[in-house]
């Protein structure tokens, strides 16, 4: 599959969207957060819920697709000079210049500037402290996985694996709905590493459930996206996850009006394994037959989402800071949070990072 797959970049800039309006959901949803407006919406928490546990294993899915092209004519030691320096240092640069104003913000009652919050900035971890990677933890997870997969690049090029394995997968993603038997390992892991690692934390050293998972997602993006036919049976078959992604999300929602207990949680997390791995298929299902096609604003839109994922935060907790002190419904703050957001962001991007040789390399932009 040496063409570009362009749907693959429309999805990457979608995702990447919807992580924006989710953290504006953030402000407003009855989950703690950096900053909560007064009146919080709970009614969106499950909604929200929904939405994440398949939002970032997609991620980490078309991030394996794009591993996948990138390494084709790329030898290993290149691609860890590639990763280290797209990814690597814009996780450091983030940490000290980005992430400390989002922490600033939520405590800006204990300090009287920026720049005295500067010196404290080593004293502690957050929560309790104020050292922390807040969303950069998806830049560091997948640094994390990068690089623990290049013994696996061997794998994938050897011809074991073309002569073996990957006519087995193309045989089984033939079978209707074959696919979807790609759960069962995703659900044996968390099986295995749920009951040491129960909770999603973003902290790296105890969530090893969860990193487990993500990797999986990785693995199956770099497997798939490498033979044409797999993809071919992918689309042919998007009904069938659209189907299944309907039956799982009707039966989350469901369990999600019942009271909590141990039995219904461990229920509604099956179901979201299940529920997210069929709301990918499809997704990649329906963007290969409706959005493979090129356009103007796709190359710089491609271009500039990575950079919009570094510095979007930051500017949601600053701007949300001033619009939830505004006395205005739920409705107009979250619409002007939104258009204020995007509008900093844009002239950010445009007016400073792009236009900077070192600004962009902190940035993770290429030359």
């Known amino acids: 599959m040496n063409e570009r797959q362009y749907y693959i970049d429309w999805i990457r800039i979608g995702l990447i969207l919807s992580v924006f309006l989710y953290h504006v959901g953030m402000v407003f949803n009855g989950w703690p957060w950096h900053i909560k407006n007064e009146v919080q919406l709970e009614s969106l928490n499950p909604v929200m819920g929904m939405l994440h546990s398949w939002r970032m294993p997609l991620l980490f899915l078309v991030s394996g697709a794009g ?43 204990s300090y009287s500037s920026l720049w005295e919050f500067y010196s404290h900035i080593f004293e502690g971890v957050y929560p309790e402290g104020n050292f922390s990677w ?56 968390q099986v295995l590493l749920r009951p040491y690692f129960p909770e999603e934390t973003h902290a790296f050293y105890n969530d090893w459930a969860f990193m487990t998972l993500f990797f999986i997602y990785f693995l199956l993006g770099f ?23 309907i039956i799982m999300v009707s039966a989350w929602f469901v369990l999600s009006d019942f009271s909590y207990s141990s039995t219904v949680q461990t229920a509604r997390d099956v179901i979201a394994i299940i529920m997210s791995w069929f709301i990918n298929l499809a997704v990649l299902g329906y963007g290969k037959k409706y959005l493979n096609k090129d356009h103007i604003l796709r190359k710089p839109l491609n271009k500039a989402i990575y950079p919009f994922y570094l510095i979007h935060q930051p500017v949601i907790v600053v701007v949300g800071y001033w619009v939830i002190a505004i006395p205005m419904a ?9 258009v204020c957001s995007l509008i900093i962001i844009v002239v950010l991007y445009g007016g400073l990072i792009s236009r900077s040789r070192y600004l962009a390399g902190c940035f993770g932009l290429k030359k």
């Open 67 to 109: 591993t996948r092209f990138a390494v084709k004519f790329r030898s290993k030691r290149k691609y860890f000079a590639e990763r280290s320096k797209r990814l690597l240092l814009p996780v450091i640069f983030g940490i000290f210049v980005l992430v400390p104003v989002q922490v600033y913000i939520e405590k800006i009652s």
């Open 134 to 189: 807040h969303h950069l933890w998806f830049i560091v997870y997948l640094y994390f996985i990068s690089i623990v997969f290049i013994p696996f690049i061997s794998f994938f090029r050897s011809g074991f694996y073309f002569k073996v394995v990957d006519p087995k997968f193309e045989v089984l993603s033939g079978w209707q709905g074959g696919l979807a038997l790609f759960f069962v390992p995703m659900l044996l892991s």
């Open 223 to 245: 497997g798939i996206f490498g033979n044409s036919k797999i993809v071919a049976n992918l689309r042919r078959q998007r009904k069938i996850w659209l189907g299944g992604a």
């Open 330 to 338: 739920i409705s107009a703050k979250s619409l002007l949070l939104t």
